[in-house]
């Protein structure tokens, strides 16, 4: 590979021109002594396990970090000229990769956000702010009928399937989240032992190909479910109907990712393109969902069950609730998923033009729940583009209980977005199956930074919190976060949103709901001609 030619080349040319020097002018010597300490800088770049960059690219990779080091003039002069466009989000990425190396946060100046833009949005402090509680608060998942509930973390990993990420990758995730106590989403590519290798605790998610749990003919596997399901790890089972980065299409690995390794443990051809349903086959409608969940839970001896979506139709997701309410069987969880997520691969198209963003979703699923009277009984997940305090608070004021991230947890673990995720020629070893390029991500250094970077947000969430004046995610009312709607008004999301009372849904459904309501049909996914 490239980095074993950069370095074996090096100590070629070293000893060539050494011998030049032997027998030449002192000039030649110069370049010897260059040539030997780039030779050095290479082989410690080789042997060094902080960086996957330099292990991948030795000497070559120290531009990288060249860069980095000028970030604070680079940006300044791209912002001056509108080129990217995004300084909040490299800010967002330097916050990841220093809470990640444990370095502290603060900085010095003043916001360089424009607060006065339109859209701008703003946590309201209080001027009797309350001490932080000694420990982080957590959220019980388990409903009534389920026998196994689990204590989730505020901030846990999100779902990526072994193929979409390195077996390194999956590795450092799951041991940071043994030893940080939060949960490690597996994805929808099925229980490898690379989730299980560092004991931490697993949510297992199942998507339409029924990776892990399948017949031949790619049905759903009930005997097979049981088997998976009674890992101890596995601590609550999720089940994917759509995605925030493509809602409405199955699951896809490029086939130069699929590996002899994934291909055995999905049950699909090796080098291959796999694609996933875009529908489920195990069920048809609504009814036929919520019975499926109360069946997995039965076969899983009692662990909680939920689903996952991208919302994008209201009155589907009240088809849903009607379904719940008539069979008298609900979810312990729903992750709610925006349009904003990511992935290692789907259509431009999807990504940028198909589902809800996070806040829309995410406001209309807690809405929903409490009008029809089924909020007390199902816990909320959030997940896109969460990645700092602020973003776990904001959540959990629009309607979430915990939140999960994909895109920051790979940053915390070296990812550096080169967006080569599809192509199988990731730089730092975090989203390939070459094993060349993998062995870059040093396992126990990875496994510290994930766990040191959600361990950090968390404690900055509660202090958000406390600065709030509340001590308990119980406490946040949606009077809290404002939005500024002109240059000359801003209105917190209590006066921007409709918020349902307890039941008012199969009561006196208000105007802006009616419509919805009477098209939602628990027989169908399809809402009803009105």
């Not at 020097?21 to 396990?49: E, H, N, P």
């Not at 992750?335 to 992935?343: F, I, K, N, R």
């Not at 029809?372 to 009984?377: E, F, I, K, Q």
Request: charged share 20%.
């Amino acid at each position: 590979m490239l980095r074993f030619f950069v370095v074996g080349f090096l100590l070629a040319a070293t000893i060539a021109v050494g011998v030049a020097a032997s027998i030449g002018s002192w000039a030649w010597w110069v370049l010897a002594v260059a040539l030997a300490a780039l030779l050095g800088v290479g082989s410690y770049d080789l042997a060094q396990r902080r960086h996957a960059v330099l292990r991948n690219y030795p000497i070559l990779g120290h531009m990288r970090y060249l860069l980095e080091s000028l970030r604070p003039e680079l940006q300044q002069y791209f912002i001056e000229r509108n080129v990217d466009g995004r300084p909040y989000d490299r800010d967002i990425r330097t916050m990841i990769y220093e809470r990640a190396k444990g370095i502290h946060g603060e900085l010095s100046f003043g916001t360089e956000r424009d607060i006065e833009s339109v859209g701008y949005e703003y946590l309201v402090h209080s001027n009797a702010p309350v001490p932080e509680p000694a420990s982080a608060p957590r959220v019980l998942i388990g409903g009534p009928d389920c026998t196994r509930p689990y204590s989730m973390s505020l901030f846990n990993v999100s779902s990526m399937s072994f193929g979409a990420l390195s077996a390194n990758a999956l590795r450092a995730l799951n041991r940071g989240a043994a030893l940080g106590g939060f949960a490690h989403d597996t994805g929808e590519g099925g229980l490898t032992p690379y989730h299980l290798d560092g004991g931490g605790d697993l949510v297992w998610e199942i998507g339409s190909g029924y990776f892990g749990t399948r017949t031949r003919d790619g049905a759903f596997d009930p005997a097979r479910f049981a088997e998976q399901a009674a890992h101890e790890q596995i601590k609550a089972i999720s089940i994917k109907l759509s995605q925030g980065a493509k809602p409405g299409l199955g699951g896809v690995l490029p086939a130069a990712k699929v590996s002899a390794e994934i291909a055995e443990f999905r049950g699909v051809p090796a080098h291959e393109k796999c694609v996933s349903p875009a529908a489920h086959s195990a069920f048809r409608t609504p009814r036929e969902l919520v019975a499926f969940l109360a069946r997995l839970r039965e076969l899983s001896d009692g662990k909680p069950i939920g689903f996952k979506l991208c919302l994008g139709s209201r009155s589907e997701f009240l088809a849903i609730c009607k379904a719940m309410l008539a069979e008298r069987l609900t979810p312990d969880f729903i992750l709610v998923d925006g349009a904003e997520g990511g992935t290692a691969a789907a259509p431009l198209e999807y990504e940028d033009h198909v589902g809800l963003p996070l806040t829309d979703g995410l406001i209309t699923v807690h809405n929903a729940l409490v009008g029809t009277g089924l909020r007390d009984r199902i816990k909320i997940g959030a997940s896109g583009k969460v990645a700092v305090g602020n973003d776990i608070v904001k959540r959990l004021i629009q309607g979430a209980d915990y939140t999960n991230a994909a895109r920051a947890m790979m940053m915390a673990i070296g990812c550096i977005q080169a967006q080569r995720c599809h192509t199988n020629h990731c730089p730092v070893g975090v989203a390939t199956q070459d094993p060349r390029r993998a062995r870059a991500l040093d396992v126990a250094d990875k496994t510290e930074r994930v766990r040191r970077y959600q361990e950090a947000t968390v404690a900055q969430a509660v202090q958000i919190m406390a600065s709030l004046g509340v001590d308990h995610p119980a406490q946040l009312t949606p009077h809290l976060l404002r939005k500024r709607i002109s240059t000359t008004e801003q209105l917190s999301y209590a006066e921007l949103y409709d918020w349902l009372a307890p039941g008012q849904l199969t009561g006196e459904p208000p105007p802006a709901w009616a419509a919805d309501w009477a098209a939602a049909d628990p027989d169908s996914f399809r809402p009803r001609v009105r």
